[in-house]
């Protein structure tokens, strides 16, 4: 009877262990999917973006009077309206701007969160991409960061500080005057948001 227990015991064994092993293989597989879906992403995201970018450089606005207030002009390219382009030049980002965030927009391009270039309040945000805003996590303090209009007005400003913001701190993302652009994006466990402020160092605006 003794014998009869202990190879129960072990069938138990063998069978817990080969279901751990395929629940480990299905979560394994499961990550897999989840980096190729994830790399597909951001692959589509940065053809759609370099696309957009190529028609905002293409194209000028004179249909909206330019003012100090959230009035920018824009270009209509496939439906979405686009106020400009944000460059990183140490790190090869250009990448163009859509007007105003969407959910679906952002996967194109980065978005306009609030704000405008002619009064020093604006916020563009963008995806934990490695083709929109996930390279500009490390940029060090000094960095230049050029917006450019769709009039072809360049704004050129330095990043003076990096911080985390929670998902709830929108007043403190959007106030401030101790900054002219902020850049953020979420970190990379999506609970935080990577800001970045700069200080407007070009005086010909």
Not at 63 to 69: E, H, K, Y
Not at 100 to 129: K, Q, T
């Amino acid at each position: 009877m003794e014998e009869t227990r202990n190879k129960k015991e072990l069938k138990a064994i063998n069978h817990k262990g080969i279901f751990m092993m395929l629940f480990g293989l299905l979560l394994i597989l499961a990550a897999g999917a989840l980096l190729v879906h994830n790399r597909l992403e951001d692959a589509r995201a940065g053809r759609e973006s370099a696309l957009a970018l190529s028609r905002v450089e293409a194209a000028t606005s004179d249909t909206l009077l330019r003012g100090l207030s959230n009035l920018m002009p824009i270009v209509q390219i496939d439906g979405r309206d686009y106020i400009g382009r944000v460059q990183v030049e140490s790190i090869g980002l250009d990448l163009p701007v859509i007007a105003a965030w969407d959910e679906e927009d952002a996967l194109v391009a980065p978005c306009r969160f609030s704000g405008s270039a002619y009064d020093d309040s604006l916020v563009i945000c963008g995806h934990n991409m490695r083709a929109h805003f996930s390279p500009i996590k490390n940029l060090e303090r000094g960095t230049q960061v050029t917006f450019t209009d769709v009039n072809g007005n360049v704004f050129t400003y330095e990043l003076t500080d990096t911080l985390l913001l929670q998902p709830e701190q929108v007043e403190d993302m959007v106030t401030g005057d101790d900054w002219d652009l902020t850049l953020f994006t979420c970190n990379y466990g999506g609970n935080a948001r990577v800001t970045l402020r700069c200080k407007r160092t070009s005086e010909d605006f």
